[in-house]
């Protein structure tokens, strides 16, 4: 999911999870209202309506229009539709659970292949991972020791990579293989953000 969505999407559920809500989003689903008119239907005092309506603007889910003294009130079919193309997609949804259990999983791996030995200035590498999705989080963890853009000569990433495990030949190569990294006449350089 894409980061700027993903507030969005709270703000809607957190919208909608008030049952009161949730029943003028049904009801303006329908037909125009006024505060009062919803006062009536819903058993609710008119202040408590318009706080409910105040909340569900904000998303923009209703439409206002004048008609005298009257304001009415209608949910805005389009915003909801616009909802669910681009932010109620299977894919979307299930992306915030994959995003967050796959995070969980990167920092049990960095947990379990980092050690942290205060006598040493740098977290060490215990070894390198067999497995090559645990082996491409320690890779991307350590690719972030490297600036963007920034050119390297071989000897010099060779002495950071060095703070972390001997086998810094293992690492650069790995490093280059999984394109976290970039290499041309011994000078290296990482161009993207992990």
Known sequence: ???????????????L?????????????NQECSVEELALL??????????????????????????????LYKLD????????????TSVEITS??????????????????????????????KEIPASRKKRLVILKWLANNFEIKVNYPESKVNEILKRYHPDCATLRRELICHQLMQRENGIYWRQLGL
């Open 1 to 15: 999911m894409q980061k700027e969505s993903f507030p969005i999407l709270l703000r809607f559920f957190k919208a």
């Open 17 to 29: 999870a008030d049952d009161s809500r949730l029943k003028i989003v049904g009801i303006l689903a």
């Open 42 to 71: 819903l058993h609710l005092k008119e202040p408590t309506i318009s706080h409910h309506l105040t909340k569900l603007n904000e998303l923009n889910l209703v439409k206002m229009r004048s008609s005298g003294n009257t304001q």
């Open 77 to 88: 079919s389009e915003i909801l539709q616009s909802f669910s193309k681009e932010i109620f």
């Open 96 to 125: 915030v659970v994959e995003d967050e259990e796959s995070q969980v999983w990167s920092n049990k791996v960095l947990k379990n292949y980092i050690s942290s030995d205060r006598t040493n200035s740098h977290p060490r590498l």
